[in-house]
C-alpha cells in the first residue's frame, strides 16, 4: 500500500528555519517525482515543486524558485521542503503528493504538514 | 503563471448532474491532454478522481467523468450524492521553459 506520512504540525517564529518531512512506502522510491503543495488558510492549492530523488533532479514553480529548497534522501525515502527564514506569510498547510502520471500532480498524497509562522 | 478559472460554487438536488467547468489557456489546459481534478473533504488532503482529461483512478466511482473542449475543461459528477460535498480543484500541466503544474481556483460543491 502506498502511503506518504509527513512529519507534524510546526510552530516558529519569523526569521527560523524549517524543514518538514515526508516519507514514503510501498513503493520504489527512486522512480517517482515527489511535489510540494501549498494551502494557505481558507485558499485553493499551489504547487510548489517536485524533486526526482533517483538523481535530485529539481523543478520549482517560478513563485517558489528561491523562497524554499526540495530535496529528497533516497537511503530513507523521505522528501523535505525546507525554508532558511520563514515569513509570516508561510503560514499554511503544506503537502506531499506522489507524481505517477506525467500529466498529474499528484496520485497519492500525504496528510499534511501544518505551518504555522507567528510572532 | 495565473490559476485556472472555476466557480466558486455549484450546487444540485441529490440524483442530479452538476458540472465544474475550468477555463486556462492555450499554454494550460488547451495546450495538452493533461487536465486532472481533485476532490478536497474539510479537513482532508486532496483526492486524485479524473487524469489525463477523462481517466479515473482504480476506485474512484465512475459517477465521476471528465472531458474539454478548447481552453475548457470540465468535471461532471453524475447521480449527485451528500457525500459528494466536497472542495473541487482542476489541475493542468504547463509548460512555458519550465515545466510545471497550474491548479484552479476550486468550486465548492453542496447537495441541496
Known amino acids: 500500500e502506498v502511503q506518504l506520512v509527513q512529519s507534524g504540525a510546526e510552530v516558529k517564529k519569523p526569521g527560523e528555519s524549517l524543514k518538514i518531512a515526508c516519507k514514503a512506502s510501498?513503493?520504489?522510491?527512486?522512480?517517482?517525482?515527489i511535489g510540494w503543495v501549498r494551502q494557505m488558510p481558507g485558499k485553493g492549492l499551489e504547487w510548489m515543486g517536485m524533486i526526482f530523488p533517483a538523481d535530485s533532479d529539481t523543478r520549482y514553480s517560478p513563485s517558489f524558485e528561491g523562497q524554499v529548497t526540495i530535496s529528497a534522501d533516497m537511503f530513507i525515502n523521505t522528501a523535505y521542503l525546507q525554508w532558511s527564514s520563514l515569513e509570516a506569510s508561510d503560514t499554511a498547510m503544506y503537502y506531499c503528493?506522489?507524481?505517477?502520471?506525467?500529466?498529474?500532480?499528484?496520485?497519492?498524497w500525504g496528510q499534511g504538514t501544518l505551518v504555522t509562522a507567528s510572532s | 503563471q495565473s490559476a485556472l478559472t472555476q466557480p466558486a460554487s455549484v450546487s444540485g438536488s441529490p440524483g442530479q448532474s452538476i458540472t465544474i467547468s475550468c477555463t486556462g489557456t492555450s499554454s494550460d489546459v488547451g495546450g495538452n491532454n493533461y487536465v486532472s481534478w481533485y476532490q478536497q473533504r474539510p479537513g482532508k488532503a486532496p483526492k486524485l478522481i479524473i487524469y489525463?482529461?477523462?481517466s479515473r483512478p482504480s476506485g474512484v466511482s465512475n459517477r465521476f467523468s471528465g472531458s474539454k473542449s478548447g481552453n475548457t475543461a470540465s468535471l461532471t459528477i453524475s447521480g449527485l450524492q451528500t457525500e459528494d460535498e466536497a472542495d473541487y480543484y482542476c489541475?493542468?500541466?504547463?509548460?512555458?521553459?519550465?515545466?510545471?503544474?497550474?491548479f484552479g481556483t476550486g468550486t465548492r460543491v453542496t447537495a441541496l
Open positions: 503528493a506522489r507524481r505517477a502520471t506525467f500529466g498529474t500532480a499528484g496520485d497519492f
Open positions: 510501498g513503493y520504489i522510491f527512486t522512480t517517482y517525482w
Open positions: 489525463d482529461v477523462t
Open positions: 489541475s493542468s500541466y504547463t509548460d512555458n521553459g519550465t515545466p510545471f503544474y497550474v
